[in-house]
């Protein structure tokens, strides 16, 4: 099956540690894309990465930071220097070039103790 | 002024019941304009997608963009309890992945 996979589903950090979220996809999707969603907002982008070894900060980058090595893969690491680092982290891909609809993984849940 | 306004409810309905959701915009680049469906704790599954103004229909679910007023909107008809969920509409301008998220809106449907 086709998809967007992304682990764990729930994570928990003490203060002051690096955690990384896993996100991967099988659908030939040039593009990939991190949100945080809080609630009672939109979701605001992190960073996404249009090629192979190149990404861009998007709206809310501080604190975070990622790869991307593979065509497949845009793991994404949480420091310590992201102070409210609490919420619903969701990885998204899409074709560049297609009409822009994104598709989105199952989400990963942050908890910091 | 947020770029994408929408009304984050919550809303309550009967089952049976025609459901609008709805979103307003402020950047007149936005071409593209989707609505997605999230469940609780669950990833945004994309619902519709549409590109000129009017009407596109898919089933029980109607999207109907007016560019000119800058305003979108998601019928639902014949409202079930699984339609329950949380409705975010998205857009993009053309040929640009930077994609603007509504706050998303809270909906029951009660049987």
């Not at chain 2, 593209?32 to 089933?59: A, V």
Request: some cysteine; overall charge neutral.
């Amino acid at each position: 099956d086709g998809g967007i996979t992304q682990s764990p589903k729930y994570l928990f950090r003490k203060e002051g540690q690096n955690v990384t979220l896993s996100c991967e996809q099988n659908l030939n999707h040039d593009a990939m894309y991190w949100y945080r969603q809080d609630p009672g907002q939109g979701l605001r982008l992190i960073y996404y990465s249009q090629i192979v070894n190149d990404f861009q900060k998007g709206d809310i980058a501080e604190g975070y930071s990622v790869s991307r090595e593979k065509k497949e893969s845009f793991p994404l690491t949480v420091t310590s220097a992201q102070k409210n680092p609490t919420a619903f982290y969701l990885c998204a891909s899409n074709y560049l070039g297609s009409h822009n609809e994104q598709f989105f993984g199952p989400g990963t849940r942050l908890t910091v103790l | 002024q947020k770029e994408v306004e929408q009304d984050p409810g919550p809303l309550s309905v009967p089952e049976g019941a025609i459901v609008s959701l709805n979103c307003t915009y402020s950047n007149s680049a936005f071409q593209y304009f989707m609505w997605y469906r999230q469940y609780s704790r669950k990833g945004p599954e994309l619902l519709m997608y549409t590109y000129s103004s009017g009407n596109k229909e898919d089933g029980r679910f109607t999207a109907q963009v007016d560019k000119s007023s800058k305003y979108i909107s998601l019928f639902i008809r014949d409202s079930q309890p699984s339609d329950s969920a949380t409705y975010l509409c998205a857009m993009t301008p053309y040929n640009n992945n930077d994609m603007r998220f509504g706050a998303g809106t809270r909906l029951t449907v009660k049987p």
